[in-house]
């Protein structure tokens, strides 16, 4: 067997470093990196920290307007998947990679094969609804990382070739221990600061939104430290916006470094799928800096907490606290149901 992974971006090397070295055991693995992603820091630290394998074609698309990103790729695509002739098309995510490589493998009539698949918002102004549903419709094999995704995708019509296999991101976190050096490095103490991520391009691109974000985060009881995404740091400074004094910026870290900042803070604030996940299973209370999310679970537990932008509500909802419990995160092996899957097919 033989599978062409598309990858692109900081989130899918994660999951694809999870998944790749299992999958190379029973298949010949053909890596392409679009270049979505392309800062060392969101990119090159996750190959060299999680030991993924070196990828065998670089696309270089960079960054650029979704359509034109989406197109560059794809246009790279084709003659790759054309030489490499491969059994499957393997995506991860919702991401602009996701949908290309989504697209690149339905023109060419090879099956594709998508992880995290059925994650529903409902907001179609988001691209990243726009990626998931696509490849969704077009893939063979779904592998849903919860029960709320599998009856997504049986309210869409979609039930043949789904498999709840469980959740990538929670066997990278069960796997990497934290590094007891990192809190030293930005002069914190567990349990003494807030940590936040802001990337998607609602909360970014609006500076109302964004604004609203940073005040929230200026009322809060303590140090706030956020490593800053290139989209939120080039609107930050587009905007001058005036930063409050508590408010720490750092760069990108490596995912070491991110899941010890996570596990050690009094409350992580933000509008990513992977941190508010992680931030959950490390029992740390989680506050969502959108007006829904993709990951009900964590609503439904408690332990996550729907905040929007506005800076009163954000800082009140942090105030009235989200529950702490500590879920060990699943201890099912979706890596296992993931290769297996694809070897049976
Ligand atoms: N992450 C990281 N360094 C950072 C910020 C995030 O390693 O500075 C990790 C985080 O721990 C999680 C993943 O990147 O595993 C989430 O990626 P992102 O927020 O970009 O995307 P999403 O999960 O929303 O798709």
Redesign the pocket.
């Known amino acids: 067997m033989r599978v062409l992974t598309v990858v692109g971006?900081?989130?899918q090397f994660?999951k694809a470093a999870v998944v790749s070295p299992r999958l190379r055991e029973v298949a010949e693995e053909v890596l392409v990196h679009t270049g979505q992603h392309y800062d060392r820091?969101l990119s090159a630290v996750?190959f060299d920290e999680l030991e993924l394998a070196r990828p065998d074609y670089e696309l270089g698309v960079g960054s650029a307007e979704a359509a034109v990103q989406t197109g560059r790729m794809l246009e790279a695509l084709a003659p790759i998947v054309a030489a490499v002739r491969p059994d499957w098309v393997l995506v991860y995510?919702?991401?602009n990679s996701t949908l290309a490589g989504a697209l690149a493998a339905a023109q060419a009539k090879v099956p594709l094969a998508h992880v995290e698949a059925g994650l529903r918002s409902y907001d179609r102004t988001m691209p990243?609804e726009i990626n998931r549903v696509v490849a969704d419709h077009l893939a063979t094999a779904l592998y849903c990382p919860t029960p709320h995704a599998v009856e997504n995708l049986r309210r869409e019509g979609i039930e043949r070739g789904v498999v709840l296999s469980g959740d990538v991101?929670a066997v990278?976190l069960r796997r990497i221990p934290p590094d007891p050096e990192v809190l030293a490095r930005w002069d914190l103490v567990p349990g003494g600061y807030y940590l936040v991520?802001v990337?998607?391009a609602a909360n970014t691109d609006d500076r109302e939104r964004l604004g609203g974000i940073v005040a929230g985060l200026g009322a809060l009881p303590g140090p706030v430290v956020w490593?800053v995404?290139p989209r939120a740091q080039a609107r930050l400074s587009a905007f001058a916006l005036p930063l409050p004094p508590n408010l720490r910026l750092i760069p990108?870290?490596?995912?070491r470094?991110?899941?010890t900042l996570?596990g050690a803070a009094r409350a992580v604030l933000?509008?990513?799928?992977?941190?508010q996940r992680?931030a959950a299973w490390l029992g740390v209370p989680v506050y969502i800096l959108r007006e829904e999310t993709e990951w009900r679970e964590l609503l439904e537990s408690g332990q996550a907490v729907l905040t929007g932008t506005d800076p009163a509500r954000i800082a009140a909802a942090v105030q009235a606290g989200a529950a702490v419990g500590r879920p060990a995160p699943p201890t099912d092996d979706p890596v296992t149901a993931i290769v297996e899957d694809l070897r049976r097919r």
């Open positions: 971006a900081r989130p994660i820091e996750f995510g919702d991401t990243e991101m990278a991520t990337h998607r490593p995404h990108p870290v490596g995912y470094a991110m899941i996570e933000t509008d990513s799928g992977g941190v992680e």
